[in-house]
Each structure stands twice: as C-alpha cells, then as structure tokens.
C-alpha cells in the first residue's frame, strides 16, 4: 500500500467543512482585523498569565533541551499528546541524546516506535540525527533554514524547535493553534493545506509577542487544546475571549472552515498464517509500503513467495479490520502449514511463534496475531507497542 502523508500533518477536528469544489484562494488582504491588532498587548498578556497559571505539565517541557524538544514534536506530529508521554519517556530513556539515537541500529529504532506509527517518522528521526552528529557536531542547528534542511522537520516543527529551545520568534501553526487564530481574527476563508494556511501564518506572524515566543506558542496549542476546541468550545471561560473576534460576531461554530475529507475507500485482503512445526513465515514490509520495515504476514496472492513452500490447506480463522489515511481495510485471516521452508529471502524469515512479539511488527501484524493467539490459545512474546494505537495534539 501506498504512503500518503507528510510529516508535518497534524490531527484536528474542522469547525465547519467547505463546500466540495470551494478551495482557498491566495488573499492579499490582511487577515488580522484592525481591532485584534489594536489588542495585541492586552491578548498577549491575558493568554501568557492563564498559560502560567494551567498551563499543562508535560514530560518535555522540563527545561528546554533542543534534543527532547525535537523528539517530542516529532512524536506529536499525528500522535495525541496522552499516548506520547510514555512513550516520550521510554524513548529519552533508550536513546539520552543525539549521538545514541544517530548510532543505533535502525531496527532498534523502529522497535521504540512501534505503536506510535506512522513509521517514516521514525526513519527520518534517525536520518536527521545522523547529518546533525556529522554536521553540526551532534547539535540542532538554531536556524529556521537548517533546520527545515534536516529530514521530517517542517516549517512547524521548526518553528516549534526554534521558538520553544531556542526561545526566538518563529510563528506556530498546527491544529490546535490554527484552531484559536482562525477564531480570534474570525478567519473565514478555509485553513488547511498550504494555501489555505498561509493567511493562518500571517495571522500567527503578527500576534506573536518576540518577548515570549515559547511560552505564547505552547500557550497557543494548550487553550486549543482545553478551552479552545473543536466543538462547543469552552468561551465563558476562555482567557482571551474579550479579543475574540468569532466569539464578538457569533461566528465560533462555523470557524475554522476547512476543506473536506478525502471519502474513505474500503479495501479486502486476506492474510496468510504459514506455519511449519512452531514456526512461523513473516514478510518485511518494503519501500513505499506503509510500515516499510516492519513485519507482517504475507497477503495472498504471493504465489512467488507461496508456491515453494507446499502449503496445505488454507482454513479461516477469524477477521480483523485496520485504517490507514483514509483507506478501510477488511482483512480475512488464513492459516496454512508449509511442506517446505522455500527459498531464503531477506524479506521473508522464518520466526519462533513465542519470539514473534520480539519482532517490530506492523499494527495489521498485530492484530493477526491477537485473532491467531485468541482462536489458537497460542501466545507470543510480549511486544512493547501491543494494544496502542490512534493519532493529534
Ligand atoms: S472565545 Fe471561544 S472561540 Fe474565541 S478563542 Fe476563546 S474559546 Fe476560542
């Protein structure tokens, strides 16, 4: 299956969808209304006292360490920030700082990522710190420009890395952020995308206090985050409501306007449990697979891979179902016992059924092996990422 997304995608409910066919134009108009701008000094203070009074407490915001910044904001890109905290943790545990994570095996890294998902990142994490080990002597670079030169990092994330370690004043947008500026310059015209967006930057540009960009910005993210949210937002005791300007002209429901969602596509496909004595065939997933790298069990047909192995009959044993962007996908669950091991592939390996959990395995993978476990009484190995799933700020 194809990949689809960037990294910079961030998760969040619309206020409003867009018509089909309406797609955001360039304006050249200023999106900051004359009275929003009039307030920037009182906005700026209203939000930087709530921010210090609620702000949230999360395991990256001790101190402001370039490196766990930029793992946290890595993680965070299509990943809620209740399920990145412990991961969070773990990860700094196993890999303390640049120099480690850019030496270890990547399978090592993608084993402490499996049921973040969304996988690339995970590659791209690595890629990038080794050009920051050989090219800026295993620190991140300050600049906006080099940053976004490194692998997986965007013109968020860098803003995000350069505002919040490097406290300088670079603008934020992502969900929850587009969220709040859109509503506080009552922001009509659709967000999302990069030209629906661009008005959003301009909006962000100019509200952001240069004193305080660190603390503004993640001030930002926490009231779209509590206060500020997709439906029925929290206004009676949002911080900045009296500058609001969707909150002054009864516009909050209908803001943000974003494009519609791509129509979800169902897809079928049978897997295949080969299994020969205790053990069973797994298949790496390849390059411009989503899970590329990961483990999982061959989809029929795969008679190239099949054929050589005599397997018997196949017999259904269950079903499971996964998403992925916006593909549904039905799986039939299969198994079958193999005459003969076959040929030795380096995308196709032979694994103990108890050694399995071991294995960086695909979320399809997992959940195979939770219907396989659950109708056989077999159980492998305990994984790190098993049960999780989901994605957002
Ligand atoms: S007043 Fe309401 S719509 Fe405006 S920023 Fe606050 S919570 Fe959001």
Same mark, same amino acid.
């Given at each position: 299956?194809?990949?689809?997304?960037?990294?910079?995608?961030?998760?969040?409910?619309?206020?409003?969808?867009?018509?089909?066919?309406?797609?955001?134009?360039?304006?050249?108009?200023?999106?900051?209304?004359?009275?929003?701008?009039?307030?920037?000094?009182?906005?700026?203070?209203?939000?930087?006292?709530?921010?210090?009074?609620?702000?949230?407490?999360?395991?990256?915001?001790?101190?402001?360490?370039?490196?766990?910044?930029?793992?946290?904001?890595?993680?965070?890109?299509?990943?809620?920030?209740?399920?990145?905290?412990?991961?969070?943790?773990?990860?700094?545990?196993?890999?303390?700082?640049?120099?480690?994570?850019?030496?270890?095996?990547?399978?090592?890294?993608?084993?402490?990522?499996?049921?973040?998902?969304?996988?690339?990142?995970?590659?791209?994490?690595?890629?990038?710190?080794?050009?920051?080990?050989?090219?800026?002597?295993?620190?991140?670079?300050?600049?906006?420009?080099?940053?976004?030169?490194?692998?997986?990092?965007?013109?968020?994330?860098?803003?995000?890395?350069?505002?919040?370690?490097?406290?300088?004043?670079?603008?934020?947008?992502?969900?929850?952020?587009?969220?709040?500026?859109?509503?506080?310059?009552?922001?009509?015209?659709?967000?999302?995308?990069?030209?629906?967006?661009?008005?959003?930057?301009?909006?962000?540009?100019?509200?952001?206090?240069?004193?305080?960009?660190?603390?503004?910005?993640?001030?930002?993210?926490?009231?779209?985050?509590?206060?500020?949210?997709?439906?029925?937002?929290?206004?009676?005791?949002?911080?900045?409501?009296?500058?609001?300007?969707?909150?002054?002209?009864?516009?909050?429901?209908?803001?943000?306007?974003?494009?519609?969602?791509?129509?979800?596509?169902? #897809?079928?496909?049978? $897997? +295949? @449990?080969?299994?020969?004595?205790?053990?069973?065939?797994?298949?790496?997933? %390849? &390059? *411009?697979?989503?899970?590329?790298?990961?483990?999982?069990?061959?989809?029929?047909?795969?008679?190239?891979?099949?054929?050589?192995?005599?397997?018997?009959?196949?017999?259904?044993?269950?079903?499971?179902?996964?998403?992925?962007?916006?593909?549904?996908?039905?799986?039939?669950?299969?198994?079958?016992?193999?005459?003969?091991?076959?040929?030795?592939?380096?995308?196709?390996?032979?694994?103990?059924?108890?050694?399995?959990?071991?294995?960086?395995?695909?979320?399809?993978? #997992?959940?195979?092996? $939770? +219907? @396989?476990?659950?109708?056989?009484?077999?159980?492998?190995?305990?994984?790190? %990422? &098993? *049960?999780?799933?989901?994605?957002?700020?």
């Amino acid at each position: 299956m194809a990949k689809g997304t960037g990294s910079e995608r961030r998760n969040g409910s619309p206020g409003r969808s867009a018509p089909r066919g309406r797609k955001a134009k360039k304006s050249t108009q200023d999106p900051v209304p004359a009275r929003l701008r009039d307030a920037r000094e009182a906005l700026h203070r209203d939000l930087l006292d709530w921010f210090r009074r609620v702000g949230r407490d999360l395991p990256w915001r001790q101190g402001s360490d370039p490196y766990r910044v930029w793992i946290s904001e890595i993680m965070l890109q299509q990943t809620q920030v209740e399920r990145v905290k412990d991961f969070f943790r773990r990860f700094i545990e196993r890999f303390p700082d640049v120099r480690q994570l850019a030496a270890a095996p990547e399978a090592d890294l993608l084993r402490a990522w499996e049921g973040l998902g969304y996988y690339r990142r995970a590659r791209q994490l690595h890629a990038a710190a080794q050009r920051i080990v050989a090219d800026h002597d295993a620190r991140l670079p300050r600049s906006m420009t080099e940053l976004r030169s490194l692998p997986g990092i965007g013109r968020y994330t860098a803003g995000a890395i350069a505002s919040i370690a490097f406290g300088l004043p670079e603008p934020i947008v992502e969900a929850n952020s587009r969220r709040v500026l859109a509503r506080l310059a009552g922001h009509e015209a659709p967000v999302g995308g990069s030209t629906g967006d661009e008005p959003v930057w301009r909006i962000a540009t100019e509200l952001l206090p240069h004193r305080a960009p660190a603390a503004w910005n993640q001030a930002l993210m926490d009231l779209g985050a509590g206060v500020c949210v997709p439906r029925a937002p929290l206004c009676t005791r949002c911080p900045v409501a009296a500058h609001c300007v969707a909150h002054a002209t009864g516009r909050v429901a209908t803001i943000p306007v974003t494009a519609p969602r791509r129509e979800a596509v169902d #897809r079928d496909e049978t $897997a +295949v @449990v080969v299994r020969r004595g205790t053990m069973v065939l797994v298949v790496r997933r %390849g &390059a *411009g697979e989503w899970w590329e790298g990961l483990w999982d069990f061959p989809r029929l047909p795969a008679r190239r891979l099949l054929q050589p192995l005599r397997c018997g009959r196949r017999r259904v044993v269950g079903k499971c179902a996964y998403s992925v962007t916006h593909h549904r996908v039905a799986v039939t669950i299969a198994t079958c016992t193999a005459a003969r091991s076959g040929p030795r592939s380096g995308h196709a390996e032979w694994v103990s059924w108890r050694r399995l959990g071991e294995r960086a395995m695909a979320t399809p993978g #997992r959940r195979i092996m $939770a +219907v @396989v476990e659950a109708t056989t009484g077999r159980a492998a190995a305990p994984s790190a %990422g &098993a *049960g999780r799933r989901g994605a957002g700020r």
